[in-house]
């Protein structure tokens, strides 16, 4: 029997914002950076076909550092924005998420699509904020199967006699 405490890895929302920059940062980052390589390999192998490893590599890092650029800024800006204003409420996550979408506009030189993409962002992150100081869950983690795991009973028996066989599955 194992007397240590089990450590799980640090989630984004341990902490209240404005608090462990570094720390949000990093848990977001690692699931981008998945996201990023996945799109970035995707671009790849299915739409630029650069020829060579360094064009292959510039390719990658053309399509995945801007993805990995937006959420550093959205981290690094709402932290900012709570430790200067001393509050934690729904206009620092809008102002992350203005931020993270300005850096579209950046990206593609196009100020308009800045704008758009940073409100849209914005109202995003502040739903985000929103549902999470009251409790609501955007991505369950324990999905339960009210039937059951095994996809026979989803499929109805259309012979004239039933079997027994369904029967003999669940002793």
């Not at 990093?26 to 995707?42: D, E, N, Q, S, Y």
């Not at 992150?125 to 324990?142: E, L, N, Q, T, Y």
Request: contains cysteine; positive net charge.
């Amino acid at each position: 029997m194992s007397t240590t405490a089990e450590t799980r890895p640090y989630k984004y929302f341990d902490t209240p914002d404005g608090q462990d920059t570094f720390k949000k940062l990093w848990a977001a980052l690692k699931p981008t950076a998945m996201i990023a390589f996945g799109v970035a390999t995707t671009d790849v192998m299915l739409y630029s076909h650069p020829k060579g490893y360094l064009p292959t590599l510039a390719r990658y890092a053309t399509v995945g550092l801007p993805i990995m650029g937006v959420t550093t800024t959205f981290v690094c800006t709402t932290n900012m924005v709570t430790s200067l204003r001393k509050k934690d409420d729904l206009f620092n996550w809008f102002v992350g998420g203005f931020a993270a979408g300005s850096v579209f506009g950046f990206i593609t030189k196009k100020p308009m699509v800045g704008f758009n993409m940073g409100m849209l962002l914005g109202v995003a992150a502040m739903i985000k904020k929103h549902g999470v100081d009251h409790g609501w869950v955007f991505h369950p983690s324990d999905v339960s199967v009210t039937m059951s795991s095994s996809l026979r009973p989803l499929i109805p028996d259309l012979t004239l006699t039933k079997t027994a066989a369904w029967k003999l599955d669940h002793w």
